[in-house]
């Protein structure tokens, strides 16, 4: 059974549910995570636990999609951006979107994944992880505004 790749229609339609805001999207050049580019990655596991997908997103995505979530201010947001990493309530508010956004992958017919870890921007990356977020072929780039916050980057990419 393949995966499911998610059409950005139904990255909008999920954010503008989970976040209760405004989402603009629009293509965007693969987002590639470094030492120098925080990056929370999302590792998506299918039921033999093999990492199937992954959802990377950029420090920007990162703190706003979080404090969208938990309905911090803009500044909270902007506090982390300017620090380069997230405080530990919006790396537990990305952690909630971005599993809920397993049901991305969960289309009639193609493999069940869930949410197994998430590395949040801020802490180093394991070279692994990096690699795999790296990885072209079979995967969906765009850039998101969220309403209120500001614009980010994220990337959806099947490493299975």
């Known amino acids: 059974m393949p995966s499911h790749l998610p059409e950005p229609k139904e990255l909008k339609d999920l954010f503008e549910g989970v976040l209760g805001r405004d989402i603009t999207l629009a293509p965007a050049a693969p987002f590639a995570p470094g030492p120098?580019?925080?990056?929370?990655?999302?590792?998506?596991?299918?039921?033999?636990?093999?990492?199937?997908?992954?959802?990377?997103?950029?420090?920007?995505?990162?703190a706003y999609a979080g404090a969208a979530l938990g309905l911090v201010p803009p500044g909270g947001a902007e506090a982390a951006v300017e620090a380069g990493g997230l405080t530990e309530t919006l790396a537990e508010n990305l952690y909630e979107v971005l599993n809920i956004a397993a049901s991305l992958f969960n289309a009639p017919g193609a493999e069940h994944l869930r949410l197994h870890e998430l590395h949040p921007a801020g802490a180093p990356l394991a070279p692994m992880v990096r690699a795999q977020a790296l990885t072209l072929g079979r995967r969906e780039d765009v850039s998101l505004e969220i309403g209120g916050y500001g614009k980010g980057q994220l990337s959806i990419v099947m490493v299975a």
Do not use: E, G, K
């Not at 999302?42 to 959802?55: E, N, P, W």
């Open 36 to 62: 120098q580019v925080p990056a929370s990655v999302a590792m998506y596991v299918d039921d033999s636990l093999r990492v199937t997908a992954l959802i990377a997103c950029d420090l920007r995505f990162s």
